[in-house]
Every structure is written in structure tokens, then in C-alpha cells.
């Protein structure tokens, strides 16, 4: 605590702005290192808010105290304000680039993928071919195939579509591959020995042992998509989406509006992986990583 | 010798019917171009002809494997890296080598300068409670938003301040490798278990005893695992950092200035290259994985 108090006065012999800020800093880590000890009720919720809040606060005061220029950072009031004044605008991108081209993306690369998956799993041939290729273009930089299917599918919507499915198709069908072979040869011959057939031990076994995987091809792919849709904007789109409307937006400087979008993207990337997080919950409660045990 | 041709063939395979399929696609692209040529000149093609010609064509819309193939031998193998000029021997900007490294020099600094802090941040989550209740749940939730996206605006403020170059490049891999490094070496560096704990604490070790024994050793399984996700992710983002700015060099330029003018050999000579660099990156990193765990005596 001392010490704290010394390094404030020394830093405010050079800088009393600088002292601020190190003042704030450290006294909101004092008060969440105190919550974390303390185990205050809901902790677990209230350090993290905390400390969010520092970090806006630290962000704000940074900008008005050192008059940094809003071209190079604009402060969080004026993100704010910008997204207040342009909501209709954002909203037209939202439904552009995320519903549009993210969101159909996703879906069906997924979906295709997991059909996809349910065909490689039928075959041990296809599994020994197909995974190690699989797992080979999902590390490439398929972002970088978003100039080829601009060009082929044009500046719309169906372009960013074709990007989605491309950047989510591997990542979803290893993780999916991965989960179908997840149950046991003794809990098959189980159902083996019920006289089940392909589709109930499908139905009732393999796809809830999978849950887990896809899950988590689910969630890898929710910010993929995104990424997809944005980036592909950049090589080519309508006069409207995000994509376009921060490259437009940088031109022009006005960056307060840019970050608008960067809260858009934002939120709408949390809200689809929450999504996704939460159905995993309510759907694969029996599993281990959701028991609470701290280690 | 059987476990050989059981795992190398049923790759062949699939990559001999991707080839298949792609040079098929490539006719069906390529047709229409060809057709409305010959009608324009008012000649007739034959089938032959026709074939010939979607497989050579300047500007496809998508080029056969074989065109890329030539493409990127003669960008790498047939040009020089270096070439004088004006008495100073200066990089060659038509050779792929060229572009890779201008690629690659920043993933690689970006990849450092990202997996050490990611290290040391995980250290940190790992012995203070209250740096894993504020910290953790931010990191996680900065994965959901589409770093990659912003990436370009990043590289553009930082260039209105006047840093260009290696550095911003670098910045935007080094976040995208932080992530994967943090989660991983937090959740290694809390994977020994309850009874190995306890045994290093009836020895009375110390906290830093027990980090250097124990939890150290234990994580470097999951520290590997991510760091091969994470220099995949800089190599992306490098890429993606490339692409605002209108830079010349580099990858990310290729596939930009290719799209510009319609060459799409170029792009998927780029395409290819970047790939190949993934590709021998993260095999670089599974040795360097399978070297140190068998050392550690913890390959399986």
C-alpha cells in the first residue's frame, strides 16, 4: 500500500496526468485484489465489471488528459455518442454483413459439414485420407481466398456467404470427425448387442458423446464467420456492410464511427458465442468440464 | 513399410480426386471465356482446342493446378532473390522468397513478443487470484470479437502515428498469438493434479519450487498445442495486417495487387506460398513439440 502511494507521488513529481492514471489504476486493483481475497458475494461477477470499467475509465481519462487526437483514438464517450447518432446506419450493416453473409454462412458451413462428417464417419478409409488434408487447409490463411470468391460470386452478399462457408467448413469438420469417434467400441457393441441400427445408435450414442466437439467446432467457428463476412467486404461490396463502412469511415477519419462498428462487431460476436455457450450448457450438463471444481 | 502405405495412400487418394476435381472445375470456369472469345472472332472451336486453351489462359477465373504449379516455380525457383540496381544489390521484387520473408519476419517477431507475454500472463493468472477473476474473463471474451476484422484499422491508426514497417505487422500477429497461449499455458500450468500437489507440499516446497518442478513441466504439453494454433493465427493475421495499407511487399500485397489487376495465378501462387508456410511452421514447431516431450520423457 505504500509503496502504491510512493510510486503515485514520484510519477507526480514528472507527470501529474501520468499520476492520475496510476492512481486510478491502482486503486481499482486494490479494490478487486480485496473482493478475490475477500470472496465478497458475487465476486465472481463484480471483479470482472470492475475492472471492464477501469480499463473504459483509464481509456477515457487517457485521451481527455493528453489530448491524444481523436483521429488517432477517439474516447469512449464518443464511440457512444457516434453510436447513439448513427444507429440506423449500423443497423442497416448489421443486417448486411452479419444476417446477410455471417450468420447464413455459418449455418451452412456447418451444416455442410457435419453432413459431411456423418459420410467420412462411415468410412475408415476416408477418415485416414481426408483428416490429416483437413487438418492441413484448416491452418491455412483461407481469409486469403476471399479476393478469388469475391471475383466469382460478385460484390453481394453471395460472396461473403462463399467466404463464411470456406473459412468455417474444416475447422467444424474436424471437430465434428473428432466427436463421432468419441463413444466407446464397448458402449457400441452395447447397442450392438440391443439390436440397434445405424440411425438410433447414431441418434441415442454417437451424437451426444459428439455434443461436446461440435460444440466447440460451434464456438471456434461463431467469430470465423464473422471475421469471414468483414474481411471479404474489404475486397469488394455494396455501398453498405461494415466491412465497407469502416474502410469508408478511415478515409474519411472519422474514427469514433469505426469503433461504432467495432462495438457492433463485437456485440455481435459475444452474443453468438454466448448463444452457442449457453445452448452447450443446457445440452452437455453431464460433462466433465462443466463441473465446478477449482483446481 | 505397411504403416507407410496405410497412411500415405488414403492422402494420395484424396488429394489425387481434389486435383481431379479442381481441373475439372477449371474447364468448367474457364468455357465461357473461351467460347465467347472464339464467337467474338467468329471462329468454331473444337472440343480439343477448347480443352487446351481453359487450361493456358492469362486470366482464368480459376487456373489449373498445373499453371500455379509454373507460377510458383518460376517466381521462386526462377528468379533470383537479390538483383543490382543502380550498383546495390536490392531484393527482387518478383521473387516469392521475397515476398514470404517480408511475410514471415514479422509473424515470426509477432509470434515471439505474443507467446511471451501469453506466457507471463498466464504465470500471473495462475498465482494471483484477483489478476484470474478480472483478466480471465476479459480474455475470453476478447476472443469472440473479430480481431482480424479490426486489424486493418489498427495497421492504419498506427500509420497515421508514423509507425510503419515490421512493427505493426507484428503488433496485430502478436495479439492473435497471445489468446491461444494464454489459455493453454493457464490451463497447463493448473493440470497437475490435487495428489501432486500435496506430495511437493509434504516436501515443504516453496511456491516457486513447486512452479519450477511441477507446474512448469506439466503445462509444456498444452504450451505446445497452442503455440502451433497460435503461429497459424500470426501468419493470418500478418496477412490480414498487410491488406489496408496498400503495402508492396509481402503476401497479403500479392493477393491485394492481384485482385486488383485480375491475375488470379498470382493470387493462388500467394495463396499456395502462405499455405507452405503454415505448413512448415507448425512442422517446425510438432518437431521441436516431439523432440522436447520425448526428452521430458512425456511422449506417448
Not at chain 1, 463476412?229 to 466491412?243: L, N
Not at chain 2, 469472440?144 to 515490421?166: F, K
Not at chain 2, 501432486?196 to 504450451?223: C, G, I, M, N, Q
Not at chain 2, 489496408?244 to 486488383?260: D, H, I, K, Q, V
Request: charged content about 15%; hydrophobic content about 55%; aromatic content about 10%.
Amino acid at each position: 500500500m505504500g509503496g502504491a502511494v510512493l510510486a503515485v507521488v514520484l510519477v507526480a513529481i514528472l507527470d501529474w496526468r501520468a499520476a492520475l492514471l496510476l492512481a486510478v489504476w491502482l486503486g481499482a486493483w486494490a479494490l478487486n485484489a480485496w473482493m478475490a481475497q475477500a470472496s465478497v458475494a458475487g465476486a465472481r461477477i463484480l471483479v470482472p465489471v470492475v475492472f471492464g470499467l477501469t480499463l473504459l475509465t483509464l481509456w477515457e481519462l487517457a485521451v481527455r488528459l493528453f489530448e491524444v487526437s481523436p483521429v488517432i483514438l477517439p474516447a469512449p464517450s464518443a464511440i457512444a455518442l457516434a453510436f447513439a447518432a448513427n444507429i440506423p446506419t449500423l443497423w442497416v450493416d448489421f443486417v448486411q454483413t452479419i444476417l446477410r453473409g455471417a450468420l447464413v454462412g455459418y449455418v451452412l458451413g456447418c451444416g455442410i459439414a457435419f453432413l459431411a462428417a456423418l459420410a467420412i464417419d462411415r468410412s475408415a478409409f476416408l477418415q485416414k485420407g481426408l483428416l490429416p488434408v483437413g487438418n492441413f487447409i484448416a491452418a491455412l490463411p483461407i481469409v486469403g481466398t476471399a479476393p478469388i470468391l469475391v471475383m466469382w460470386y460478385g460484390f453481394g452478399p453471395s460472396s461473403k456467404v462463399a467466404v463464411v462457408v470456406a473459412m468455417v467448413f474444416f475447422p467444424m469438420l474436424v471437430n465434428a470427425v473428432q466427436g463421432m469417434k468419441e463413444s466407446d467400441a464397448i458402449q457400441r457393441d452395447l447397442m450392438h448387442t440391443y439390436a440397434a441400427n445405424y440411425w438410433q445408435t447414431l441418434l441415442k450414442l454417437r451424437l451426444p458423446t459428439a455434443m461436446p466437439f461440435l460444440f466447440n467446432g460451434l464456438k471456434i467457428c461463431s467469430t470465423l464467420a464473422l471475421i469471414g463476412a468483414i474481411v471479404a467486404e474489404f475486397f469488394g461490396s455494396p455501398t453498405v456492410g461494415m466491412g465497407f463502412r469502416i474502410k469508408i469511415e478511415v478515409g474519411r477519419l472519422a474514427m469514433d464511427m469505426v469503433w461504432a462498428e467495432i462495438t457492433v462487431a463485437a456485440l455481435a460476436g459475444s452474443g453468438l458465442y454466448g448463444l452457442m455457450a449457453l445452448m452447450e450448457r443446457q445440452l452437455t450438463f453431464w460433462h466433465p468440464s462443466h463441473r465446478s471444481v477449482r483446481n | 513399410m505397411r504403416r507407410i502405405t496405410g497412411a500415405v495412400l488414403p492422402v494420395l487418394v484424396v488429394v489425387g480426386v481434389i486435383v481431379a476435381i479442381w481441373y475439372a472445375a477449371a474447364y468448367n470456369m474457364n468455357r465461357a471465356w473461351t467460347l465467347d472469345q472464339a464467337e467474338r472472332r467468329g471462329l468454331e472451336v473444337s472440343a480439343g482446342e477448347l480443352f487446351t486453351d481453359t487450361m493456358w489462359q492469362e486470366r482464368p477465373r480459376l487456373p489449373a493446378p498445373h499453371q500455379v504449379a509454373i507460377e510458383l516455380w518460376n517466381t521462386t525457383a526462377g528468379e533470383a532473390m537479390f538483383r543490382e540496381r543502380r550498383g546495390e544489390l536490392r531484393p527482387n521484387p518478383r521473387s516469392l522468397w521475397f515476398h514470404a520473408f517480408q511475410t514471415l519476419a514479422p509473424t515470426l517477431l509477432g509470434f515471439v513478443i505474443g507467446t511471451l507475454s501469453g506466457m507471463f500472463l498466464a504465470v500471473a493468472i495462475v498465482h494471483n487470484r484477483a489478476m484470474d477473476m478480472s483478466v480471465m474473463p476479459w480474455a475470453i471474451a476478447s476472443q469472440t470479437i473479430p480481431i482480424l476484422a479490426i486489424a486493418p484499422i489498427v495497421i492504419v491508426v498506427l500509420n497515421a502515428i508514423g509507425l510503419v514497417g515490421l512493427v505493426p505487422k507484428s503488433l496485430i500477429s502478436a495479439y492473435l498469438s497471445f489468446f491461444p497461449v494464454v489459455v493453454g499455458m493457464v490451463k497447463g500450468l493448473r493440470s497437475p493434479g490435487a495428489m501432486d500437489l500435496d506430495l511437493l507440499r509434504t516436501y515443504s516446497a516453496s511456491r516457486a519450487e513447486t512452479f519450477w518442478k511441477l507446474r512448469l513441466p506439466a503445462s509444456v504439453p498444452f504450451l505446445f498445442a497452442s503455440l502451433k494454433v497460435g503461429i497459424a493465427a500470426a501468419l493470418v493475421g500478418t496477412i490480414v495486417a498487410e491488406l489496408p495499407t496498400g503495402a508492396r511487399f509481402g503476401l497479403g500485397a500479392r493477393l491485394l495487387t492481384g485482385s486488383y489487376y485480375g491475375q488470379t495465378i498470382q493470387i493462388w501462387s500467394a495463396l499456395f506460398m502462405a499455405a507452405l508456410c503454415a505448413a512448415v511452421l507448425v512442422s517446425i514447431l510438432g518437431f521441436v513439440e516431439r523432440t522436447t516431450l520425448r526428452r521430458m520423457g512425456l511422449d506417448r
